[in-house]
């Protein structure tokens, strides 16, 4: 199937989209003990709406973060172009793909595809789809849960390996 890539850590790529990933430490970013509270009902971080404009900028998602048991958020606003590397964005359907290190969980627009964006295993690539239907103008919020690993002993530190946007569109005819 063909297809169209932005590397969503290319400058030139996050500009076509408008984009600027953001961080944040912790499971609820700002409170105490990383927001790690008893049977807390979910972050609001995986939230479209959720204010991260005071977070760092995080141009280098490769960038560690951490040792020990910790998790951090990394966001993402994207909006869409008319084009991805000459190809009409209206042609296939976009998809995001990562290697969250070592766990992760992909939230897009506050919603996590519990089969595909949800932690499939220690370090394993994971790839959603954003829409199947995608537009131009369309706004989009990518939210990336990263937690460091194993978690009864967890050793190095929290970063994403990738982050790729791809359009795939099917060659009229087949």
Same mark, same amino acid.
């Given at each position: 199937?063909?297809?169209? *890539?932005?590397?969503? /850590? =290319?400058?030139?790529?996050?500009? &076509?989209?408008?984009?600027?990933?953001?961080?944040?430490? !912790?499971? +609820?970013?700002?409170?105490?003990?990383?927001?790690?509270?008893?049977?807390?009902?979910?972050?609001?971080?995986?939230?479209?709406?959720?204010?991260?404009?005071?977070?760092?900028?995080?141009?280098?998602?490769?960038?560690?973060?951490?040792?020990?048991?910790?998790?951090?958020?990394?966001?993402?606003?994207?909006?869409?172009?008319? *084009?991805?590397?000459? /190809? =009409?964005?209206?042609?296939?359907? &976009?998809?995001?793909?990562?290697?969250?290190?070592?766990? !992760?969980? +992909?939230?897009?627009?506050?919603?996590?595809?519990?089969?595909?964006?949800?932690?499939?295993?220690?370090?394993?690539?994971?790839?959603?789809?954003?829409?199947?239907?995608?537009?131009?103008?369309?706004?989009?919020?990518?939210?990336?849960?990263?937690?460091?690993?194993?978690?009864?002993?967890?050793?190095?530190?929290?970063?994403?390996?990738?982050?790729?946007?791809?359009?795939?569109?099917?060659?009229?005819?087949?």
């Amino acid at each position: 199937m063909p297809r169209a *890539t932005l590397n969503l /850590q =290319d400058p030139a790529d996050l500009h &076509l989209v408008q984009g600027q990933w953001r961080f944040a430490p !912790g499971y +609820i970013p700002g409170e105490p003990n990383e927001g790690f509270l008893s049977q807390v009902e979910g972050s609001p971080a995986r939230l479209p709406e959720y204010d991260d404009t005071g977070w760092a900028l995080r141009p280098d998602l490769t960038q560690w973060h951490s040792h020990g048991f910790t998790c951090a958020w990394y966001r993402l606003k994207i909006i869409l172009p008319e *084009t991805i590397h000459g /190809q =009409d964005v209206r042609s296939g359907r &976009l998809l995001f793909e990562t290697c969250i290190d070592d766990y !992760g969980e +992909i939230w897009i627009n506050g919603t996590c595809d519990r089969e595909r964006g949800a932690v499939q295993g220690f370090n394993v690539p994971q790839r959603v789809v954003v829409t199947a239907e995608p537009q131009p103008g369309q706004a989009y919020t990518i939210a990336l849960l990263a937690v460091n690993g194993p978690l009864g002993q967890p050793g190095g530190a929290v970063f994403v390996r990738y982050a790729f946007l791809a359009l795939e569109w099917r060659t009229p005819g087949y």
